[in-house]
């Protein structure tokens, strides 16, 4: 039923809400995403691998129904049998309910952390369904408004915590000031949207607002190792939560703003700050937003640290951190993104009591704050719940030091710390590493 401007009814989707909802499974014969949509055998072995479902051993919550639901509305619309006899094969129409249950699920269930397809026995990829269905909802307008906030800030200002430029220079004057007292060099620098450097620096905009001595960390490491680099104040947000959102044409629009301070500043190389996203929505995902290929090097922070030890551009006291750390692996960052071995490779040149969590690597549980879930305050509790299962990891550990390279993994953890009274430090890998750096005067 229908008013008189053809709209549906008060409860119901419009027209055009539907249209536009359904578009990203039309496909345009898009091999990948038939195959996928049509593959689940229903084995049900995904769902202990969602911390969702092994947090709350709820059904509705594996990565098996999520896959069902988006597949469910496609059978609906695009196969003979679901649109005449839909009942037969469990097809549903896109309304309201529909919607709603893709909202809660796909946004409130979901860390993309892709864990669930890694385990899946035949090879579905679930997290680029999950994807698939984000994109529905944010062609629909119904992206959480939290998140889409977050998004939003971005694409207004430049970063998405909408820090005013002065106040973020004013940050960066202050820790230069630390870096200065830290290394003993009146000649110590942050320097600010300086042309052709050697690597344009990025910032997660959680370090400016909250986490300012990660800032200070990095650019010890920098100053030890000599480095020509720079921090930009039109671009320096390495997050994408379009990417999350499920909206192509931000994320697009966000990753070319860095793009083009990349060629702004003529700089030589890219690094990427420790966020685990913000790493992949640039360095893996943004040639397929913008098509085209990079003609500069891009890489993390964690490679970049690396490298610098390999070289020996920097030194590590192995006297300086005497308790036992563990490490957490950021799933875009691991999992997503096989940068598994450095981050290893800088703990053992100088922690000696180094245990791995278990399971870890590639089958490392998500920490429960990726996905866009540490903007979306109404999921809050089932983010707490499922981040139980990495308390529990980080207890069996006996680690005091806990450190992981992503900056939202941090925010998470330190909640977690706090929730389940564990009583570790959370840290970055340029924050442990700054904290056992040999520093020697660049200006004797």
């Not at 990025?202 to 920098?222: D, G, Q």
């Not at 998470?412 to 040999?438: P, R, S, W, Y």
Request: negative net charge; hydrophobic residues 40%; proline residues 5%.
């Amino acid at each position: 039923m229908t008013n008189d401007e053809g709209r549906m009814t008060k409860d119901q989707l419009t027209r055009e809400q539907i249209w536009k909802g359904l578009e990203p499974l039309r496909g345009n014969g898009d091999s990948k995403l038939l195959t996928h949509l049509n593959s689940c055998v229903h084995c049900g072995l995904c769902a202990e691998s969602c911390l969702f479902y092994m947090a709350t051993r709820d059904p509705h919550l594996t990565p098996a129904r999520k896959v069902d639901l988006i597949s469910s509305i496609y059978k609906r619309y695009h196969t003979f049998t679901g649109k005449y006899l839909p009942a037969l094969v469990h097809a549903r129409d896109l309304d309201e309910a529909s919607a709603r249950e893709m909202v809660d699920l796909l946004f409130g269930a979901c860390t993309l952390c892709g864990r669930c397809t890694m385990h899946c026995s035949i090879g579905v990829d679930i997290s680029y369904l999950v994807a698939v269905g984000r994109n529905m909802l944010s062609n629909m307008g119904m992206v959480p408004a939290t998140l889409q906030s977050t998004v939003q800030a971005a694409v207004e200002t430049g970063n998405n915590m909408a820090i005013p430029t002065g106040e973020f220079v004013e940050t960066l004057k202050w820790m230069e000031e630390e870096v200065v007292d830290e290394v003993g060099d009146p000649a110590a620098r942050i320097p600010v949207d300086e042309p052709g450097k050697q690597i344009l620096y990025t910032l997660n905009p959680r370090e400016p607002k909250f986490f300012p001595l990660s800032i200070a960390a990095m650019a010890k490491i920098f100053y030890v190792a000599g480095e020509s680099w720079t921090l930009s104040t039109r671009m320096y947000d390495v997050t994408n939560y379009a990417y999350f959102s499920g909206n192509n044409g931000e994320a697009a629009l966000i990753a070319n703003r860095l793009w083009n301070e990349m060629n702004h500043l003529q700089a030589g190389s890219l690094v990427l700050a420790e966020c685990g996203h913000g790493t992949r929505a640039f360095r893996w995902e943004s040639p397929n937003y913008l098509e085209r290929g990079f003609p500069f090097p891009v890489m993390s922070s964690v490679e970049c640290i690396a490298a610098y030890i390999r070289e020996g551009k920097i030194q590590l006291d192995p006297e300086k951190i005497k308790t036992k750390v563990t490490m957490h692996d950021p799933c875009n960052l691991v999992r997503c993104g096989g940068i598994i071995r450095e981050q290893r490779y800088i703990l053992h040149q100088f922690i000696r009591d180094f245990v791995e969590m278990t399971p870890g690597g590639t089958d490392n549980h998500c920490c429960g704050g990726g996905g866009g879930m540490l903007s979306m305050s109404e999921y809050n509790e089932r983010r707490m719940k499922a981040g139980e299962i990495k308390a529990e990891q980080i207890r069996i550990s006996g680690a005091e030091i806990v450190v992981t390279p992503c900056h939202n993994c941090v925010d998470q953890l330190i909640q977690v710390n706090a929730t389940f009274k564990l009583g570790v430090q959370i840290k970055t890998m340029a924050e442990i590493v700054a904290d056992a750096l040999i520093i020697r005067n660049q200006n004797p």
